[in-house]
């Protein structure tokens, strides 16, 4: 099971970004894909995650971004709009073959895999 981020980059507060998580080694459709950040100074945090029940999304990040997927690629996306300084940092995308309200109760090394970040800069 491989999974790799992409689309990482410096963003204007106010401004939209859509990251990509590309996988292989496992069918999309099999299995919840969920996203976690990890700010400078904090810890890494589940903020959304797609899968086989209803894509679920962190308070902080709910309205203002979307995660879709296209099985045919082997890929998910968030995408981010109205991106804020705290929204800043590494962000991971993971698999899982439980549900996501586990997925997002579990820290990320103790899902099935995960990739090695994509870095989001918010900054003017």
């Known amino acids: 099971m491989q999974l790799a981020e992409s689309g990482g980059g410096l963003v204007q507060p106010g401004g939209s970004l859509t990251l990509s998580c590309v996988v292989s080694?496992?069918?999309?459709?099999?299995?919840?894909i969920g996203w976690y950040r990890k700010a400078p100074g904090k810890e890494r945090e589940g903020i959304s995650c797609?899968?086989?029940?209803?894509?679920v999304y962190r308070d902080s990040v709910k309205g203002r971004f979307t995660v879709s997927r296209d099985a045919a690629k082997s890929a998910v996306y968030p995408r981010m709009d109205n991106l804020k300084p705290a929204d800043a940092g590494e962000y991971y995308c993971?698999?899982?073959?439980?549900?996501?309200?586990?997925?997002?109760?579990?820290?990320?090394?103790?899902?099935?895999?995960w990739g090695q970040g994509t870095l989001v800069t918010v900054s003017s």
């Open positions: 797609i899968g086989k029940t209803p894509t």
């Open positions: 080694g496992f069918r999309l459709e099999d299995y919840s």
């Open positions: 993971a698999t899982d073959f439980g549900p996501c309200t586990r997925v997002l109760r579990t820290p990320m090394e103790d899902l099935d895999a």
